[in-house]
């Protein structure tokens, strides 16, 4: 069965660094695209960035570009998320997920953010 685990979440300061992990199994993980999502109290959830099978394309929403990475590592069914000069309205719940529809009801539990002083 399809199973995304999210971990790496915490209490930061503004301008501090996280780092977030996603373990995916029940899929050919390296076939591919994953991405990350965010979804903060009361807003819709959002797409923040994508890496493609092989790792060779990302894209990054407005918002996180420039201060987000998104890798992966096939030989581990691992997607990471490098979160830097985080800031107060980066506070949500991330989750990880394949960035397509069919795809909608296999989300996981979300690794919580909260970016405060």
């Known amino acids: 069965q399809v199973q995304l685990v999210e971990s790496g979440g915490g209490l930061v300061q503004p301008g501090g660094s996280l780092r977030l992990s996603c373990a995916a199994s029940?899929?050919?993980?390296?076939?591919?695209?994953m991405g990350w999502y965010r979804q903060a109290p009361g807003k819709e959830r959002e797409l923040v960035a994508t890496?493609?099978?092989?790792?060779?394309?990302?894209n990054y929403s407005d918002s996180v570009k420039g201060r987000f990475t998104i890798s992966r590592d096939n030989a581990k069914n691992t997607v990471y998320l490098q979160m830097n000069s985080l800031k107060p309205e980066d506070t949500a719940m991330y989750y990880c997920?394949?960035?397509?529809?069919?795809?909608?009801?296999?989300w996981g539990q979300g690794t919580q953010v909260t970016v405060s002083s």
């Open positions: 029940g899929f050919i993980f390296s076939s591919y695209s």
């Open positions: 997920k394949r960035p397509v529809r069919q795809w909608d009801n296999y």
């Open positions: 890496i493609r099978f092989d790792g060779s394309i990302t």
